[in-house]
């Protein structure tokens, strides 16, 4: 069946970067973007930015430009998001979500990212 | 920024129950409006899109309704694994946007 797994927790620093996989399976991973959101403790969902697995193109929110890289390895079929420069307000569950058509039929178990000192 | 405002941000209702969740975007989004609802701990799961159209596997208590600015989430008979928080997301133009969430709860 179609599934993104996700890598585990982290607990960074301020001012360091993190880096979440997001392997793909059950499907042809090419074919569909990979979108990350996040989530803040008791909080709603944030949209990131996505990237195609094809052509490894990405588009991101405005709030992450030049902190977020998004990228692939296809031969894995696993996307990443790397974040940097991270701050006490990054603290969330980021999710990497497959975009179907221009929804998001399905999503990775969640990766908790702490940024503490 | 298209801005996405649900109401109301919780509700407290019963088994058997019609529930009905508002959203509301901030410019017309034509029917670019999905729904997702989430549970404690999981990840955000796909009830409906472009408005009204059921997502594989999901009940058909669920329905959806709306176009332009103003979409409504229906839940004709409320059953146990429908207490969860409620999304409406538009996907008219990027940044894909949220709203705040409705939770339903018992």
């Known amino acids: 069946q179609v599934q993104l797994v996700q890598s585990g927790a982290e607990v960074k620093k301020p001012g360091a970067s993190v880096k979440v996989s997001c392997k793909a399976s059950?499907?042809?991973?090419?074919?569909?973007?990979i979108n990350w959101v996040r989530q803040a403790s008791g909080q709603g969902l944030e949209w990131m930015g996505w990237?195609?697995?094809?052509?490894?193109?990405?588009g991101f929110a405005q709030e992450f430009q030049g902190r977020v890289t998004m990228t692939r390895n296809t031969s894995i079929m696993t996307a990443y998001m790397e974040l940097s420069s991270l701050r006490s307000e990054d603290t969330a569950v980021y999710y990497c979500?497959?975009?179907?058509?221009?929804?998001?039929?399905?999503w990775g178990q969640g990766t908790l990212v702490t940024v503490s000192s | 920024d298209i801005q996405m405002t649900q109401s109301p941000s919780s509700l407290s209702a019963s088994v058997g129950d019609r529930v009905t969740i508002s959203c509301r975007a901030s410019?017309?989004?034509?029917?670019?409006l999905n729904w997702y609802h989430q549970k404690p701990g999981k990840a955000p799961k796909l009830l409906i899109y472009s408005a009204s159209t059921l997502h594989t596997g999901v009940p058909s208590r669920f329905s959806g309704s709306g176009s332009g600015t103003d979409f409504i989430l229906t839940i004709s008979s409320l059953q146990p694994e429908d207490f969860a928080t409620y999304y409406c997301?538009?996907?008219?133009?990027?940044?894909?946007?949220f709203g705040g969430g409705t939770k339903v709860e018992i």
């Open positions: 059950g499907y042809t991973f090419a074919s569909y973007n």
């Open positions: 997301q538009q996907s008219y133009t990027t940044p894909r946007t």
């Open positions: 979500a497959r975009q179907w058509l221009q929804t998001y039929d399905t």
């Open positions: 410019q017309s989004i034509s029917s670019y």
């Open positions: 990237m195609n697995p094809y052509s490894g193109n990405t």
